[in-house]
């Protein structure tokens, strides 16, 4: 699977803004039965959400159904090396996924218990925010 780009953007550019608090949406375990909950606020690359992916998919041998519930929309933009101040931002280099404290990142079904936590635990290990694993009885 190739790296996630949005197809259409309302603005190329964007500014980085700020991601304080804790998230009111997107919180729940909402369609499997085990989730990863992220515990920080933190920008996830597409490359990251991507990893975390293939290590659930790797260790589930392609069993279960998983579900990938954040998306990378906003574009991170970087000026090349070597070059002056001024002369406009840089272009987009990648895609991020603002995610908040709270906010269900992966999500995973029709496994045991067992495996569900041991490829979430392998998935948090490729991400850069403390995570938690989510019970849907817990919620």
């Known amino acids: 699977m190739a790296i996630a780009i949005p197809r259409k953007l309302a603005h190329r550019k964007v500014r980085k ?3 304080e608090g ?19 606020n933190e920008r996830i690359d597409s490359r ?7 290590a659930i998919t790797r260790y589930l041998k392609r069993g279960g159904k998983i579900w990938i519930r954040i998306f990378p929309h906003t574009p991170v933009s970087k000026k ?8 406009g931002k840089g ?3 990648f895609y991020v ?6 906010t269900m990142m992966f999500e995973v079904a029709d496994v045991s218990e067992e495996q569900a936590k ?5 998935a948090s290990h490729k991400l850069p925010v403390k995570c938690k694993i989510i019970k849907r009885e817990e919620f």
Do not use: C
């Open 17 to 19: 803004g700020k991601n």
């Open 22 to 40: 804790i998230a009111t949406r997107g919180n729940t375990v909402a369609f499997g039965e085990y989730g990863l909950m992220s515990l920080d």
């Open 48 to 54: 990251q959400i991507e990893a975390a992916r293939q």
């Open 80 to 87: 090349p090396l070597d070059v002056k101040m001024g002369s």
């Open 91 to 93: 272009e987009p280099q």
């Open 97 to 102: 996924a603002k995610v908040k404290a709270g």
């Open 118 to 122: 041991e490829a979430l635990r392998l």
